[in-house]
C-alpha cells in the first residue's frame, strides 16, 4: 500500500516580475506528489491529462518513484491549463486564464491496487470528485485534503459532506475565514474542526502556518526567503511534504503533527526557490533534513 | 538608575466594533512604562500633559512605581488627545482626530537623576525629540526606539541621524518596508540593520513579532486570541515589556533578546484584552510569567 494523491496535472504559464515560463509542469497532484517522494514511497498517484503532456514530465514522475497505475490519458484531448501573474510582491496574483480541457470530464476511477490505500492525500479539486475518490477505498485511515474560496462559494454542501470523512484540513487563511464565516481565525478554527477534520492546519504564507490539533495550536514560522521566485504550488508542496512524513512515519501524536507541519514547510519553501516544479525535482533527503533544522532554529529559544 | 521612558501621556477616544472609550488613559510613554513596571523598577518617566490630566491616572502610574519626576505638567494647558476607531477586523483603523495640545510645544528635559540611565525607552514621538533626549543622557548603554509611517516620510534625515544611535529599533512590518523602501522582509531588515541599531524587531500583528540580531532570525507566534477589545497600545506595550525584561536581566545575548520579544509579545497580549490601559493595571507577576510560558508552548515541538 502506498500513499494515494489525487488531484489536478497542469501545464502552467507563470509570470512573475522575474521571469516567465509556459506550459511548465504544474497542478496539485504534482506538487504534492513530488514533495511526498522524498519522505517514502510509493507516492500512488491519480489524475487525467491529454496526449500533449510532455513525455519528459512523465519522466520526471517515474524518477521520483511516483506510481503513475492511476494516470489516465484522453486520447486527443488536451491536459488542463493555467496561466497565472504574479506582482511586484508575489502575495498576489491574478488569473490569467483556465483551460479545463480533459480536466472538465475528469472521473477519478481509483486503480484496485491503490483502493486499499490508508493514508490519502486530496489535492484541490471539486469536491464532487474527491467524495468519489472517497468512496472507491476501502478502508482509508487518514485523510488529508485541500479546497480553495472557489469550492467553499460554488459547492458548500458537498464540501460539507467531504469534511465529515476528512482528517485534516489544509487551507489558506483566507479561506478558513471564508469557510467558517468569521474573521478570528482561532474562532474559525473551532468552527471548522466542529465540521469534520480532528485537524486543521491553515497556511499564511510569508507568515507561516497555523496547527489546530486536540485542543492545542501550533504555530510554525514561515522561512526567511529572501527571493521567492514562483509562489505557484508551494500549498500543494507543503501538503505534499506533511502527508509525505506522516506516510513515513507512520505517527500521528499532536507532536509528530507539529514535525510535519515543518516538513511541509520546509518543502514548501523549496518550491518557490525555483519556477514550476523545479525547486522539487532534485533535492537530497539530507538537504529537506536540513531544512527542517532550519525551521526549529527559528522559532527556538534556549531555556535557562 | 533606572529605566527611561520617554515618549506621550494621552487621552484617547477609542471605539471599536464593541464598545467606545472617551478620554482614558494614552500615550506611547503610558503604556511603556506600565508595562515596564511588571519587571523591574525604577521606570523613569518623561513626558508632558495639561492641567487636564485626570489626578486618577497619576494616582494609576505611581502605584505602578513609576517615577514621574520628569512628567512636566503645562499651566492652562491641555493634554494630547487622539481619536481612532477601529473596524471589523480590527486590524484597520481610522485616526478621527489628532490635538498635539501641550505636545505641540514638548521640549524634553531629563531631570539630573535620570540622565545617567543606561538603559532607555523613546517611544514614538518626533525623532528630532528622541535626539534631544539622547543628547542629554550622560552614558546610555541599551537604547530601544519605536517610529512610525509619519516620522520616517516626514523626517527621514533627523530618524537616520537618530538610527545611528539605536540599538534596537522596534517598528512594524509596514514601517520597515518604508523605511527600507524594500518589500521583502529579510532584505529590509539587512538594509535597516546597516542604518545603526544592531537589532531589529518587527512587528506583525496578529502574526507575531521577527527579531533580527547578530545575523539571527527569530520568529516569535501571536497569541491566539479570540477576542482583541482594543488594539490601542499593543506595539508599546510590547516595547516596554521587552525593554523592561532586559533592564531587569541586564543580559543582552542573543538568546535573551528573544526571551525579551515573548515577554514583550506577552505584555502586548494582556494589553488588547481590555480597553486602554485596563489589560496593564492589575497583574501579577505570575501572570506575565504564565503568559510567557503560554507564548513558548505555542511553538514548542519535542524532539525525538
Given at each position: ?190 468552527i471548522i474542526t466542529d465540521m469534520g477534520p480532528h485537524t ?27 527571493m521567492i521566485f514562483d509562489p505557484t504550488g508551494a500549498g ?69
Amino acid at each position: 500500500m502506498g500513499l494515494l494523491v489525487v488531484g489536478s496535472l497542469a501545464l502552467d504559464t507563470v509570470y512573475t516580475p522575474f521571469d516567465k515560463v509556459e506550459d511548465a509542469l504544474g497542478g496539485s497532484a504534482t506538487y504534492i506528489s513530488l514533495a511526498a517522494s522524498y519522505f517514502s514511497g510509493p507516492v500512488q498517484m491519480v489524475g487525467v491529462v491529454g496526449t500533449d503532456f510532455p513525455k519528459e514530465y512523465i519522466e520526471l514522475l517515474m524518477e521520483h518513484k511516483i506510481d503513475i497505475g492511476g494516470l489516465q490519458t484522453i486520447d486527443g484531448g488536451k491536459t488542463f491549463r493555467w496561466g497565472g501573474k504574479y506582482h511586484y510582491d508575489l502575495n498576489v496574483r491574478d488569473t490569467l486564464f483556465t483551460e479545463l480541457n480533459v480536466f472538465e470530464e475528469f472521473d477519478p476511477i481509483i486503480p484496485e491496487d491503490f483502493r486499499k490505500s490508508k493514508y490519502v492525500c486530496l489535492g484541490n479539486i471539486d469536491p464532487t470528485l474527491q467524495l468519489k475518490v472517497l468512496d472507491q477505498l476501502t478502508d482509508p485511515q487518514f485523510i488529508v485534503c485541500d479546497t480553495m474560496n472557489y469550492w467553499i462559494e460554488g459547492k458548500k454542501d458537498e464540501l460539507l459532506n467531504l469534511l465529515k470523512q476528512v482528517h485534516v484540513l489544509v487551507i489558506n487563511d483566507s479561506e478558513a475565514r471564508l469557510l467558517a464565516n468569521e474573521p478570528n481565525l482561532i474562532k474559525a478554527s473551532k468552527i471548522i474542526t466542529d465540521m469534520g477534520p480532528h485537524t486543521l492546519i491553515i497556511k499564511k504564507g510569508e507568515h507561516g502556518a497555523m496547527l489546530f490539533t486536540d485542543g492545542t495550536i501550533f504555530s510554525a514560522p514561515a522561512y526567511p526567503m529572501e527571493m521567492i521566485f514562483d509562489p505557484t504550488g508551494a500549498g500543494d508542496s507543503f501538503a505534499g511534504g506533511f502527508t509525505g512524513y506522516l506516510y513515513k512515519t507512520r505517527d500521528l501524536s499532536p507532536n509528530n503533527l507539529k514535525c510535519a507541519v515543518i516538513y511541509g514547510s520546509s518543502m514548501a519553501s523549496f518550491c518557490v526557490e525555483k519556477f514550476s516544479t523545479k525547486g522539487l525535482e532534485d533535492l537530497s533527503y539530507l538537504q529537506v533534513h536540513d531544512r527542517y533544522r532550519e525551521f526549529l532554529n527559528i522559532s527556538r529559544i534556549d531555556e535557562t
